[in-house]
């Protein structure tokens, strides 16, 4: 295939109409987490919905990271963890 010259401006007049229509397609949107982050800020993409709560409003935290996951216990609030004396099967199904 050759590189003609109405080749290369057909594919760089295509690249740039592209390139506009993915620019006007975002819509900008200010979420505040108020001072000194102080809440927790949920943001709807279906809806466009706002929903916070106070940063300290929690007890338990579940993440996933790849391939590892982790439990986290909010200790501001006085929560405390302890290890429990019994093997996964003593437990109640």
């Known amino acids: 295939m050759r590189n003609t010259p109405f080749m290369r401006n057909t594919l760089l007049a295509l ?3 592209a390139l506009v229509a993915a620019g006007r397609s975002q819509t900008p949107v200010t979420v505040s987490t108020a001072a000194g ?4 800020v ?19 935290a579940f993440e996933i990271a790849g ?3 982790s439990i986290r ?15 996964v099967q003593d437990w109640a199904s």
């Open 15 to 17: 690249s740039t109409i």
């Open 37 to 40: 982050n102080a809440e927790q």
């Open 42 to 60: 949920w943001y709807s993409f279906q809806n466009g919905e706002v929903a916070t709560a106070a940063l300290a409003d929690w007890d338990l």
């Open 67 to 69: 391939f590892t996951a």
């Open 73 to 87: 216990v909010n200790t501001q609030k006085g929560m405390r963890v302890f290890k429990a004396p019994y093997a």
